[in-house]
């Protein structure tokens, strides 16, 4: 069974970093990109960024290059999205996701997600 | 601002028929297949339709996709209580070195 399971919910201070992580399991994790997807209180889906475990190809959305970094560990199948100082609307959900095939196709499976409130 | 268009919410009552329509441009759903997502409430976004109006494994027949030219449209037949939820469509976009863009979502309400 394909599953992607999240960190925990996370409570930061404006200017701290954080990491926050994805495992896979049940499928060969090199073979299909992860993303990142971002879900703001009550706002809708926006897609980060996404990276191919297998050789650490990674692409970001326009939005947010520059403001995260994404990497991944394959020997331990587990996919990170990172910040290095946060802001207050970074408060939202994140949910990792497993794209289908190539970079432009669907995501087919879903993290849990993993809530992150920046508040000082 | 979300790139692609969808109407903020729709309604129907059970057994009804309702579609929601998603908008976009040449650069997306213009040379991209369409994605559905359908999101119960408090939970994680799931697949819903894929490549346009393709159905997973467990989605039932109600739910189709379609598209034409730069416009998609999801459709829901038989409407049941347990679809209220937000759904949301996205494609790949080939412009700026290419990414996802999403939908602003449609709030679905069974009254």
């Known amino acids: 069974e394909v599953q992607l399971v999240q960190s925990g919910a996370e409570v930061k201070k404006p200017g701290e970093s954080l990491k926050i992580s994805c495992k896979g399991s049940?499928?060969?994790?090199?073979?299909?990109?992860i993303g990142w997807v971002r879900q703001m209180p009550g706002k809708g889906l926006e897609w980060m960024g996404i990276i191919y475990p297998g050789d650490s190809d990674t692409r970001y959305s326009p939005s947010f290059q520059g403001q995260v970094t994404i990497s991944a560990d394959k020997s331990i199948s587990t996919a990170y999205l990172q910040w290095s100082s946060l802001k207050a609307s970074d408060t939202a959900m994140y949910y990792c996701v497993r794209h289908n095939g190539g970079a432009t196709t669907h995501f087919d499976y879903w993290g849990q997600g993993t809530l992150v409130t920046v508040s000082s | 601002q979300s790139v692609l268009t969808q109407p903020p919410s729709a309604s129907g009552t059970p057994g009804q028929r309702v579609t929601i329509s998603c908008s976009g441009s040449s650069s997306n759903i213009g040379s991209n297949t369409v994605n559905w997502y359908q999101q119960l409430p408090g939970t994680a976004p799931k697949l819903l339709i894929y490549s346009n109006n393709q159905r997973p494994s467990g989605v039932p027949d109600r739910f189709s996709g379609s598209k034409s030219g730069t416009s998609a449209s999801l459709a829901i037949s038989g409407l049941q209580s347990e679809d209220e939820a937000d759904y949301y469509c996205?494609?790949?976009?080939?412009?700026?070195?290419?990414?996802?863009?999403f939908g602003g979502g449609t709030k679905l309400t069974v009254l």
């Open positions: 996205a494609a790949w976009d080939d412009s700026l070195n290419g990414h996802v863009v």
């Open positions: 049940g499928y060969s994790f090199t073979s299909y990109w």
